[in-house]
């Protein structure tokens, strides 16, 4: 990933910045991922057939261009694992999509219906059973939706739960109960990276979606992912990008001039502040949320309201490797052609069903995806499996108080308690990602938390601009596709417009 830190490195030391103090930039952009990105790209491209180009910089905090886009190597340059955002959801007038298809790059197209499903003891769910929970799900969503229109008080999603299984008369503990619980967390809480308790039942699903299958960016072979594709995508704008630069404090809207302070990121040595007459935030919103940024004055009463109504969803991966000379023939990504390896909700520990004797692991990893899977379908000899596993919400969380040791355990034990411990050998090589405690990023998207109000939250915070000259984007910005790299993408497009036409009048 550091091949983009040559082109910034000088740029951001003390030393060369005191020449920039009587600098007056056009724009500074705050955070160099797809918002901010595509904001720099948009100015560049509006302004190319002005006879005068804006002078714009680009600060970004971390050694690398793409912020939650990031495809680690360490499996070696032919397994890229995408850490953090990993799909393009809907093909068809994604611009995403567009950007692959443009470059040439390779994709494979995602097929959630290929999965394999089993419950708490290992046993493989049928798929009548599976089918009941789906039609259970359809009805609970229907009831919900009923509750949206005529209900006058918001409750969380969980709650609502709670009360269908009580109008219903399932018990809670029930295996009906648990098999709809493993539907509803497949569907929303893997999609917004949070628990049911947090989700609002008004505005949710306030998101929409863009049609077409889904890609999946880092097939095994591919030497490609997010990083790659960002890295193509920032070529024309990387030499205004100044790496490992944090800001500090941003004073704006007085004399028509917004004063960036920063330090460097890893030094913390202070740095030469950057002025210029317009700025865009593109900071996520947990980092917002951690004030870590002072903005001077504070901004506007709506905006920061937006900011804490927002919520700011965990998604983390414990990512396995195997060499393929220590698995056997019965290890089930081998053998099988399903993308998914799925098991249903756990039975609570103060339940009759549950295993007294056995002591409750701090955490289990009910989800994986098969990479390998694309390959076998092209007939592609891989010399490593690789096993993503997905948690969010609270078992995300939980990653986050792990060391890496730990949390490869319990991936491990969670797949040895399915196939068994003789099949499941101990991996080659693991990633563990932790978002959260990232204090760039804070969590890995925004959704609409209980205490949110619906499009008004993510509209005062993307509103704009502030004082005349303080803009805002990014995921959480996007009305219609939050919590998606598209949603970022054109909501950085979208203030590099409106911006280019303020700076032309």
């Known amino acids: ?19 920039d103090n009587d600098v007056i930039l056009d724009v ?30 680009i600060l970004e905090a971390r050694n690398y261009v793409g912020g939650r886009s990031l495809t680690s190597y360490e499996f070696g340059q032919k397994y890229p694992v995408d850490m953090g955002s990993a799909w393009i959801h809907g093909k068809k007038r994604n611009p ?22 089993f419950d708490e003891n290992g046993v493989r769910l049928e798929s009548s059973e599976q089918k009941s929970w789906a039609s259970e799900a359809r009805s609970f969503l229907k009831y919900m939706k009923k509750r949206q229109d005529k209900d006058d008080d918001d ?18 503990e029930s295996r009906q109960a648990r098999g709809l619980r493993t539907e509803l967390e497949g569907r929303i809480c893997y999609e917004y990276a949070a628990n049911l308790s947090e989700l609002s039942m008004f505005w949710w699903d306030m998101d929409e979606d863009l049609s077409g299958d889904d890609s999946f ?66 900071l996520p919103v947990g980092v917002l949320q951690q004030n870590s940024v002072e903005f001077s004055p504070p901004l506007p009463a709506p905006k920061r309201q937006a900011i804490q109504d927002l919520g700011m969803g965990v998604l983390n991966k414990i990512v396995l490797c195997w060499d393929m000379k220590v698995v056997t023939d019965e290890f089930l990504p081998m053998t099988r052609e399903e993308e998914w390896i799925g098991q249903m909700v756990f039975p609570s520990t103060n339940n009759d069903e549950a295993d007294k004797s056995s002591v409750q692991p701090k955490l289990r990893v009910r989800e994986f995806y098969c990479p390998n ?50 099949i499941v050998p101990d991996p080659t090589q693991s990633i563990v990602t932790r ?64 911006l280019s036409k303020a700076i032309r009048n």
């Not at 990933?1 to 020449?19: A, C, L, V, Y």
């Not at 595509?38 to 302004?47: D, F, H, M, R, S």
């Not at 567009?98 to 499903?117: Q, T």
């Open 1 to 19: 990933m550091n091949h983009h830190h040559q082109h910034s490195k000088s740029k951001s030391s003390k030393k060369d910045g005191n020449d």
């Open 28 to 57: 500074v952009v705050i955070g160099a991922g797809w918002a901010g990105l595509a904001a720099a790209k948009t100015l560049q491209q509006q302004q190319q057939q002005q006879p005068q180009q804006p002078t714009f910089q």
């Open 96 to 117: 995403m999509q567009a950007l692959l298809n443009e470059y040439g790059f390779r994709y494979a197209k995602c097929d959630y219906d290929s999965s394999i499903g």
């Open 155 to 172: 409750v969380s999603l969980e709650e609502a739960l709670c009360d269908y299984f009580k109008r219903k008369d399932i018990d809670p």
């Open 217 to 282: 960016l880092a097939p095994l072979g591919s030497e490609l992912g997010y990083s790659k594709l960002v890295g193509k995508y920032a070529e024309t704008i990387v030499e205004h990008v100044r790496l490992e630069t944090k800001v500090t404090k941003i004073v704006y809207g007085d004399d028509g001039l917004v004063t960036v302070d920063c330090v460097h990121a890893s030094s913390g040595e202070s740095l030469s502040s950057v002025r210029a007459r317009h700025a865009i935030v593109t």
């Open 373 to 422: 899977y694309f390959s076998k379908a092209k007939g592609q000899q891989d010399d490593k499996v690789v096993l993503i596993g997905c948690c969010y919400g609270d078992d995300a969380k939980e990653i986050e108080t792990m060391t890496d040791e730990e949390a490869t355990e319990a991936a491990v034990q969670s797949l040895r308690c399915v196939f068994g411990d003789d």
């Open 435 to 498: 978002w959260q405690s990232d204090p760039y990023s804070r969590g890995s998207y925004s959704f609409q938390k209980l205490g949110a109000k619906g499009n008004k939250t993510r509209r005062d915070l993307a509103e704009s601009p502030v004082g005349g000259n303080l803009w805002f984007a990014g995921e959480a910005c996007h009305m219609k596709y939050p919590s998606t790299t598209h949603g970022a993408l054109l909501s950085g497009e979208s203030v590099g417009k409106r």
